[in-house]
């Protein structure tokens, strides 16, 4: 239960770089921007090529395809928020793009470990490689890679938004993420304030 003077957390405030100096924010702003144009172009210039030539229709570039979709969602669940203009966030809002960011980052990981694999039977197993290494495999180790991020992007956002969160809502970062939340929980703060006022006494 809140205490009298809590009120629940309808919406967050995310800090970002507010806290620099006026003039350095336009050029923050255009530096990010650009990086994010880039990154969007980059990968989406990849897929197409993978996608558009037969030849290279092999598990090394699906897996560079697969790699480069995750890239693209993960940078499109962070960085438009982080450029907008209202820096106020819906606790709905908040745990989507918890959960997306933590989906993609950790199906990127996968994707990147599925591509060490496929490099180790290339060259320590050669001739398994068509067999281990087929259309199936690749597949199969794409979905795996996807289903463990949503697995894991599901079962960290619903831990951190199953706590209360009552103000402040000021979050010292740019996005939703796990220490910043964690500092605003009600239980936490709760149990700040009985260790400051119910400090124990050595026996």
Same mark, same amino acid.
């Given at each position: 239960?809140?205490?009298?003077?809590?009120?629940?957390?309808?919406?967050?405030?995310?800090?970002?770089?507010?806290?620099?100096?006026?003039?350095?924010?336009?050029?923050?702003?255009?530096?990010?921007?650009?990086?994010?144009?880039?990154?969007?172009?980059?990968?989406?210039?990849?897929?197409?090529?993978? $996608?558009?030539?037969?030849?290279?229709?092999?598990?090394?570039?699906?897996?560079?395809?697969?790699?480069?979709?995750?890239?693209?969602?993960?940078?499109?669940?962070?960085?438009?928020?982080?450029?907008?203009?209202?820096?106020?966030?819906?606790?709905?809002?908040?745990?989507?793009?918890?959960?997306?960011?933590?989906?993609?980052?950790?199906?990127?990981?996968?994707?990147?470990?599925?591509?060490?694999?496929? *490099?180790?039977?290339?060259?320590?197993?050669?001739?398994?490689?068509?067999?281990?290494?087929?259309? $199936?495999?690749?597949? *199969?180790?794409?979905?795996?890679? $996807?289903?463990?991020?949503?697995?894991?992007?599901?079962?960290?956002?619903?831990?951190?938004?199953?706590?209360?969160?009552?103000?402040?809502? $000021?979050?010292?970062?740019?996005?939703?993420?796990?220490?910043?939340?964690?500092?605003?929980?009600?239980?936490?703060?709760?149990?700040?304030?009985?260790?400051?006022?119910?400090?124990?006494?050595?026996?």
């Amino acid at each position: 239960m809140l205490g009298l003077n809590h009120t629940p957390v309808s919406e967050f405030i995310l800090i970002g770089f507010s806290a620099f100096p006026p003039h350095l924010l336009p050029i923050f702003f255009l530096l990010f921007l650009l990086m994010y144009l880039f990154t969007l172009l980059g990968n989406l210039l990849i897929t197409a090529t993978v $996608w558009s030539k037969r030849g290279l229709h092999t598990p090394m570039y699906l897996f560079l395809c697969a790699l480069s979709i995750s890239e693209v969602l993960y940078t499109v669940a962070i960085t438009p928020r982080m450029l907008a203009a209202r820096h106020a966030i819906s606790l709905r809002a908040c745990a989507s793009q918890m959960f997306f960011s933590f989906t993609f980052g950790f199906t990127h990981s996968f994707l990147l470990t599925a591509m060490g694999y496929d *490099h180790y039977v290339a060259i320590c197993h050669p001739l398994c490689y068509p067999v281990l290494m087929g259309t $199936w495999g690749c597949a *199969h180790l794409v979905a795996l890679s $996807w289903v463990g991020g949503i697995i894991i992007g599901l079962v960290v956002t619903a831990a951190i938004f199953h706590l209360t969160f009552c103000g402040p809502n $000021w979050i010292q970062y740019f996005l939703c993420h796990i220490p910043p939340l964690l500092k605003l929980a009600c239980h936490q703060r709760q149990f700040k304030i009985c260790v400051q006022c119910c400090p124990m006494k050595n026996v």
